[in-house]
């Protein structure tokens, strides 16, 4: 079955501490991974996605096919990055279907 | 200019009463979702329609009938509804299918059924 695993709910950080949000996945095939953040009172939207192999507002994620994880890190933590972050999955490439983790709230504090 | 619109934003309501959610996008996608994140957060697919087709259908009962009139908007109606129904329902948007583009989401909708 194809799954999305965060095992955190809820990650705090005071501002300056690196930050590294954990998601592991489920899915037999080459998988197109992606992090979703929402600010509060913003809309749900792309951070970022493993294909460009980007960095947004500090943050990197690197896609680790043997250990099935695609972690979000960030060196420095801002306070600014306190936010709900999404680990999703899109099991085929072209595909309409997109599989959230149950999200990590990051909370950085001054 | 707001890309995806969903109407109304809360909804409260009785059990057993049927009611809608409005969605429109114009940013000219052509694809268009519904997601039920449900109160731990978890966020989970209903539908997908790809220019006004239904593509996706996640086993969602059928008491949740989306309807799409042009592939700008996609409404949700729910008959019946039950206290399990209660949950933030979001729309989004893409140009290209989730697995290569990005999506765009509406505010999301609080349904609460009392």
């Known amino acids: 079955a194809q799954r999305v695993t965060q095992p955190e709910k809820l990650l705090s950080v005071f501002k300056g501490a690196p930050v590294e949000l954990k998601c592991n996945y489920s899915y037999s095939g080459s998988p197109e991974l992606f992090w979703y953040v929402q600010y509060s009172r913003q809309r749900l939207q792309l951070l970022l996605r493993?294909?460009s192999r980007e960095s947004i507002k500090g943050f990197t994620a690197d896609l680790n096919k043997g250990e099935t994880s695609f972690h979000l890190k960030k060196p420095f933590a801002q306070e600014e990055d306190s936010a709900m972050y999404y680990c999703?999955?899109?099991?085929?490439?072209?595909?309409?279907?997109?599989?959230f983790g149950t999200g990590t709230r990051l909370q950085v504090f001054p | 200019d707001t890309a995806v619109s969903q109407t109304p934003k809360y909804l409260v309501t009785q059990m057993g009463n049927d009611k809608s959610i409005k969605c429109e996008q114009n940013l000219g996608h052509d694809t268009m979702y519904w997601y039920k994140q449900d109160s731990k957060k978890f966020l989970k697919i209903m539908f997908s329609y790809n220019n006004k087709e239904l593509i996706i259908n996640e086993t969602v009962p059928n008491r949740f009938s989306p309807k799409s009139p042009d592939k700008a908007h996609l409404n949700l109606h729910i008959n019946s509804l039950e206290l399990g129904d209660s949950a933030v329902y979001f729309c989004a948007s893409s140009l290209a299918g989730a697995g290569t583009g990005e999506l765009f989401f509406g505010e999301g909708s609080r349904l609460t059924v009392l």
């Open positions: 999703a999955l899109a099991p085929l490439r072209n595909t309409d279907k997109l599989i």
């Open positions: 493993h294909i």
